[in-house]
């Protein structure tokens, strides 16, 4: 089975930065997917991960460790934009996804 | 490029009728095709998996009879909720991945079903 855990929710000021933890216990595990998600919308790709390590792209970046079965997105020079829900989800080798509950993220200016 | 579709986007339908919903891939093809739901507030669940040409696969808990899936081909799969009840009101959205592509699946934008 597949159990992930991610904070309900983060409040962080504009300009600010923000760390969203994820851990996870899986079988299988073929890599690590951060998306976003405003409401109503569907998920947009932020990061995928598989090797242990950092991963940046741009004001995001995703780290991973597999031997803790952990994982992080950072999200740097937050804009009022950025107010969205964060989902964790992890890939098996069946190529099934399975998401985390979800952090909302809350921008204040 | 790897743009996913979904129609309609919004549908409100009577207890006791059924829904269709499409998923496209416009411009890849899509060797798997994924359905999710997504109560308020909460994530996405997985529902079913759908290969082109082969039966979908369906999680623990979701009835195979009530949500009936049809990947007849590599750009299209379509969900029936059958025999809807205010229960089945959610969030569905759909995913594809790509025949060229590893892990990456791309996602529909959702439709949002109301059951009254």
């Known amino acids: 089975g597949q159990n992930i855990d991610q904070p309900t929710e983060m409040t962080a000021t504009e300009g600010a930065i923000v760390q969203i933890n994820c851990t996870y216990q899986t079988s299988g595990f073929n890599g690590l997917f951060w998306y976003q998600q405003h409401a109503g919308e569907a998920p947009t790709f932020l990061s995928y991960n598989v090797l242990d390590g950092l991963e940046e792209k741009g004001r995001f970046s995703s780290f991973l460790s597999r031997s803790k079965g952990y994982s992080y997105l950072l999200l740097k020079e937050l804009q009022m934009k950025d107010s969205a829900s964060y989902l964790c989800?992890?890939?098996?080798?069946?190529?099934?996804?399975?998401f985390g509950a979800g952090t909302t993220v809350t921008v204040r200016a | 490029g790897a743009v996913v579709s979904q129609h309609p986007s919004r549908v409100i339908c009577k207890s006791g009728t059924s829904v269709k919903i499409e998923c496209r891939s416009l411009?890849?093809?899509?060797?798997?095709m994924f359905w999710y739901r997504q109560f308020p507030k909460q994530s996405l669940m997985l529902m079913a998996t759908?290969?082109?040409?082969?039966?979908?696969?369906?999680e623990q808990g979701v009835e195979k009879d009530k949500f009936l899936i049809n990947h007849a081909s590599l750009t299209l799969s379509t969900l029936t909720v059958t025999s809807a009840h205010p229960e089945d009101s959610s969030f569905y959205i759909c995913?594809?991945?790509?025949?060229?592509?590893?892990?990456?699946?791309?996602f529909g934008p959702g439709t949002r079903l109301t059951v009254t």
């Open positions: 995913s594809a991945r790509s025949t060229t592509t590893d892990y990456e699946q791309y």
């Open positions: 989800a992890v890939i098996r080798g069946d190529y099934k996804l399975s």
């Open positions: 411009d890849f093809q899509a060797t798997t």
């Open positions: 759908s290969n082109e040409g082969s039966k979908a696969t369906y």
